[in-house]
Structures are given as C-alpha cells and as structure tokens.
C-alpha cells in the first residue's frame, strides 16, 4: 500500500471538478486525503494524473476516502475566497503502482489534461466550464500546489504539504510568489 496525501483543491465554480493532490511517494504506510472541513472528501474512486514523475498518459485510476474526515495540523491552505481548515481522511489507492509519484485527482469528471511544461498543467473541463492552470513545485521537504483560473490569472487555492523527506528543490518565486499573511495552518 502506497502513502497517499491528497489535498482537496476547491474549485472557483461548481461546475469545476475539486482537485485533491496525491502523495504515494511512499512504498508503505497508511494512505491519507487531506482536504478542507468546508469540502466533504468522497468516498467515489477519483481518477489521478502523475506530476512527479510526470507520465504523458491522461488520467489514471483511482484513490478513494475509506473513513471519516478529521481536521488536519499538517497542510498549510491558503483559498481566494476566504480561511479554509484543512482536513484528512483515510483512503486508498484501488489499483496496484509500482512507482511511487505525486499527483493530482479529481473528485468529478476528470478534465482533459495538458502539461504545458515540467511545472505547469492545463485542465479542461469542456465547454462552459472554467479552464484552470495547475502550478507544482518543491522547496525542501514541501510540495506546492497553486490552482488558477486561467481566464483570469487569479489563484484559486494553494497548498503546502510537508512530505517528510528531502526533495531537490525546484521552486522559484515565478511558481510560487510570495503570499499575503492570511495563510491558514491547522
């Protein structure tokens, strides 16, 4: 069994899928998605695509929630919208992986996927639906997530998740600027 953290990602409109991010960089250990209190973590399998190492296949299957949601001291939020309180559950990987990775599920129709370069993807969700940038990188032992509206260039939600090992750092103040101080840590 993988470690799998995910980090629920609200979208900026409800026709928008949420987005939750995978760790299963871990060969063994309990697998967890962290989310928000505010979005309600689903128990329904949630299609992925790789971000590290990045594969050029579309989406893959699948992680689930197996328990129920609890509030979390380890992801750092921060949404457009207003404090967000991060939130985890148990869960599962349901198909086998031999890699580790992380990566990105969502808890709607997966979107049509496009990495436009080794930090940066493109999601589609179809017509009269918002197209979104999805922006990683790391900084130490963090993943950082970024969701923006590509229509407008504003940041829906970004998220840092502590991976608990060393990393080679890859994070810039392109990918990542600096934040005001309305972060939230639980």
């Known amino acids: ?44 399998p949630m299609r992925f695509v790789r971000l590290s190492p990045p594969l050029d296949k579309g989406a893959e299957c699948c992680v689930r929630a197996a328990g129920p949601q609890r509030a979390s001291r380890d992801l750092q939020v921060r949404l457009a919208h207003g404090p967000a309180t991060p939130a985890y559950a148990l869960a599962r990987l349901t198909g086998r992986q031999a890699t580790p990775f992380i990566g990105i599920a969502f808890t709607g129709p997966a979107p049509e996927v496009t990495r436009e370069d080794s930090h ?57 600027p600096p934040t005001p101080h309305n972060s939230t840590r639980n």
């Open 1 to 44: 069994m993988a470690l799998a953290l995910c980090c629920g990602l609200l979208a900026a409109s409800a026709a928008a899928p949420s987005i939750v991010v995978v760790d299963a960089s871990h060969a063994r250990g309990p697998v967890l998605v962290y989310g928000t209190t505010a979005m309600k973590i689903p128990a329904e």
């Open 120 to 176: 940066t993807l493109r999601l589609d969700s179809g017509p009269g639906r918002p197209e979104r940038r999805l922006v990683h990188c790391l900084s130490g032992e963090t993943l950082h997530v970024r969701v923006i509206d590509a229509a407008s260039s504003q940041e829906q939600v970004r998220y840092a998740l502590p991976l608990g090992m060393d990393v080679e750092p890859d994070c810039d103040e392109k990918l990542m």
